[in-house]
T-cell receptor
């Protein structure tokens, strides 16, 4: 089945230690998104890729970076995680980004910062 | 901000009852979507309604859209314990290549 896969499902890191979360998709969608979601809150868009074109949200901290080496994979790098970065990180894809295409989400990676 | 606002924030009902959630937004939209999120999981797309549509059905789901009031409602009929989840509305602007904007969600608890 076509899907969005996130690994790992749970990630524990230490304060200040760089961490990378990964996302892959078999949908062959052009757009990949990364969201941060804290408890009982809406998903907050960090950035998205339209093909290789990177689009950063204005309020995304510099501590968060992303890479998309090919259509299928996208990575979220947190350079120096702080306690406030503990959250669920959701990856999503859409066929296109025009006029709010339907998004397909992975199961998420829950990040714990010690 | 275009962010949708769901109402109520939390809803608790008995199995078999209907659940209604509302969403309000601020700017003109191309479409509005509803997503479900089970605890600790990703979001799942439920239904999309376009700005020129007023009502849409999918199984036990009924969505209405009133663009004059900038509001939408999601009705789940004959609710089941498995419907327990958070429900988010997401709006798509009427111009430009901009991603969806998600609201804060309604947490629905269906008690068996």
């Amino acid at each position: 089945d076509a899907m969005v896969i996130q690994n790992p499902r749970y990630q524990v890191t230490q304060f200040g230690k760089p961490v990378t979360l990964s996302c892959s998709q078999t949908l062959n969608h052009n757009v990949m998104y990364w969201y941060q979601q804290k408890s009982s809150q809406a998903p907050k868009l960090l950035f998205h890729y339209y093909d290789k074109d990177f689009n950063n949200e204005a309020d995304t901290p510099d501590n968060f970076q992303s890479r998309r080496p090919n259509t299928s994979f996208c990575f979220l790098d947190i350079r120096s995680p702080g306690l406030g970065d503990a959250a669920m990180y959701l990856c999503a894809t859409s066929r296109d980004r025009a006029y709010g295409e339907t998004q397909y989400f992975g199961p998420g990676t829950r990040l714990l910062v010690l | 901000s275009q962010q949708g606002e769901e109402d109520p924030q939390a809803l608790s009902i008995q199995e078999g009852e209907n659940a209604t959630m509302n969403c309000s937004y601020k700017t003109s939209i191309n479409n509005l979507q509803w997503y479900r999120q089970n605890s600790g999981r990703g979001l799942v797309h439920l239904i999309l309604i376009r700005s020129n549509e007023r009502e849409k059905h999918s199984g036990r789901l009924r969505v209405t859209l009133d663009t004059s009031k900038k509001s939408s409602s999601l009705l789940i009929t004959a609710s089941r314990a498995a419907d327990t989840a958070s429900y988010f509305c997401a709006t798509a602007r009427n111009s430009g290549n901009t991603p969806l904007v998600f609201g804060k969600g309604t947490r629905l608890s269906v008690i068996a």
